[in-house]
């Protein structure tokens, strides 16, 4: 009778575009990549009735602050950290060609796989039938690898030709069959580009992932060519996991009255409305910033905020507050000033505190461009797009002003004067940056709609 092959269970955390993974015989439990509120973890593990006997990283991750140390301290987990990295903790230290026996039946190889970060590990996971799958942490996605930028543009071009070796020699030790388990790829700015897919084989790789298609110079080129800015609070990120992460804090901040709320937005400081963006246009306090939860709130907040800005979070609800909260910690904003709940008006000192927003679409954008100016909004001054440079480079509207919405704090100025419309791809973006406009005293609409509809509804376009 053939042995059972062994679970991996997947534990998305799809804010950060990222994956780890819980690798189970039944009874021993490997875990992989491991995101900090380790709290999912353990209690995927307990619902599972398996025990946690090792933990692993790929490599020092820079767009998150692991759960690996404190997972293994919880469970006494064998923890593995590639042997290069220089750690102040006690872990397994791992290179090339080790094999960890999780059980008689679970093992894993240890292949080194440089590219993402110098001492990159992947590790392929042996059954009782030979190679089940290979965990590539940020090196082979799914039809992309992970960007080779982000120690340093001086080392990009080196890392990518180790990127697009090591891509090659995981197709070549491994069979097609094996599975890839990546950690980036799933929006994550750890991707170079854009990855594809839900699941992949190294077979399937073979035919669509440019590392394994094209010549090393011609990857690096492509590589190279691609990439584009990526969360300024990455610069945190591999300093605090190389120190060894404190242990997880997600306990209820501090609760601010509405005297409070206005105070701290009287002083400037960020207080960020959590709801989506429909119910913020709808109505907010006077002053905050939108970054709803239906987004990826953390890492635009992240990018955006001077680290170790006080924040404040207003959500409709507790739940709403504690979910933000397990988000920031994820990226190592561990410090919450004060929190509330309730509807805007709820939280208002005084009536005068609440706005709104006027939205139009790209529809109406057309016609205020051509003279006709939907009833009720002032013509634009000035279209400003928030987006990314690569999204601006492939398309944007003509005459706009390209400002992405990570600098758009600090370059106010740079924002020509009269009314703003706002745009950026879908609405997300468009909506913090009208909100963080309004909070200047601009006058501003907010274009609400999805960027890809621009151009049959009539707005004027260019390419870069």
């Known amino acids: 009778m053939t042995a059972q092959a062994n679970d991996v269970h997947v534990i998305s955390t799809s804010s950060l575009g990222d994956r780890s993974y819980l690798a189970t015989d039944g009874e021993a439990a490997?875990?992989?990549?491991?995101?900090?509120?380790?709290?999912?973890?353990?209690?995927?593990a307990g619902r599972l009735g398996v025990r946690i006997t090792h933990v692993l990283e790929t490599h020092i991750h820079n767009d998150y602050v692991s759960g690996g140390l404190e997972l293994s301290r919880l469970t006494g987990a064998a923890y593995g950290v590639a042997a290069a990295d220089e750690v102040p903790f006690e872990r397994v230290p791992l290179a090339d060609g080790d094999v960890v026996e999780v059980s008689s039946s679970m093992r894993v190889k240890v292949l080194a796989t440089p590219g993402h970060t110098f001492h990159h590990l992947s590790y392929a996971l042996d059954g009782p039938d030979g190679p089940e799958g290979v965990f590539t942490g940020g090196s082979l996605l799914f039809g992309t690898t992970g960007?080779?930028?982000?120690?340093?543009h001086h080392h990009a071009?080196?890392?990518?030709?180790?990127?697009?070796?090591?891509?090659?020699?995981l197709a070549e030790l491994l069979p097609d069959?094996?599975?890839?388990?990546?950690?980036?790829?799933?929006?994550?700015?750890?991707?170079?580009?854009?990855?594809?897919?839900?699941?992949s084989t190294l077979g399937r790789e073979k035919q669509i992932n440019p590392a394994l298609?094209?010549?090393a110079d011609e990857f690096v080129h492509e590589t190279l060519a691609g990439l584009d800015?990526?969360?300024a609070y990455y610069a945190h990120m591999g300093v605090a996991n190389l120190a060894g992460p404190e242990p997880v804090d997600l306990r209820t901040p501090v609760q601010a009255d509405p005297r409070e709320l206005r105070d701290r937005l009287e002083r400037g400081e960020w207080v960020v409305d959590l709801r989506n963006r429909k119910?913020?246009?709808?109505?907010?306090?006077?002053?905050t910033v939108s970054l709803g939860l239906d987004g990826p709130m953390a890492t635009w907040l992240g990018w955006m905020i001077e680290w170790g800005a006080p924040v404040t979070l207003l959500g409709e609800t507790p739940d709403q507050v504690a979910q933000a909260r397990r988000e920031l910690v994820r990226i190592g904003i561990d410090r919450i000033a004060a929190a509330a709940a309730g509807a805007p008006e709820e939280l208002a000192a005084s009536p005068d505190q609440l706005r709104s927003l006027p939205t139009a679409t790209f529809d109406g954008l057309a016609s205020a461009m051509d003279g006709a100016v939907p009833d009720g909004l002032p013509a634009p001054d000035v279209v400003l797009d928030v987006r990314l440079k690569n999204e601006w480079d492939a398309s944007h509207v003509r005459g706009a002003v390209h400002i992405p919405l990570p600098e758009l704090a600090g370059r106010m100025?740079?924002?020509?004067?009269g009314a703003v419309w706002v745009h950026c791809g879908s609405g997300y973006r468009a909506t913090a940056a009208a909100s963080l406009l309004a909070r200047a005293g601009r006058r501003v609409v907010l274009v609400d709609d999805a960027f890809d509809r621009a151009e049959s509804e009539g707005v004027p376009m260019a390419v870069a």
């Open 30 to 44: 490997l875990v992989v990549d491991p995101q900090r509120d380790v709290d999912r973890i353990l209690a995927l």
């Open 229 to 231: 800015a990526y969360p």
């Open 157 to 169: 071009e080196d890392l990518a030709r180790h990127q697009h070796a090591s891509a090659r020699r």
């Open 147 to 152: 960007r080779t930028d982000l120690l340093g």
């Open 279 to 287: 119910a913020y246009v709808g109505s907010h306090l006077a002053g």
């Open 177 to 199: 069959g094996v599975r890839v388990w990546p950690t980036h790829g799933f929006g994550s700015f750890c991707s170079a580009t854009q990855a594809s897919g839900d699941d």
């Open 413 to 417: 100025d740079d924002v020509p004067h």
């Open 213 to 215: 298609r094209l010549a």
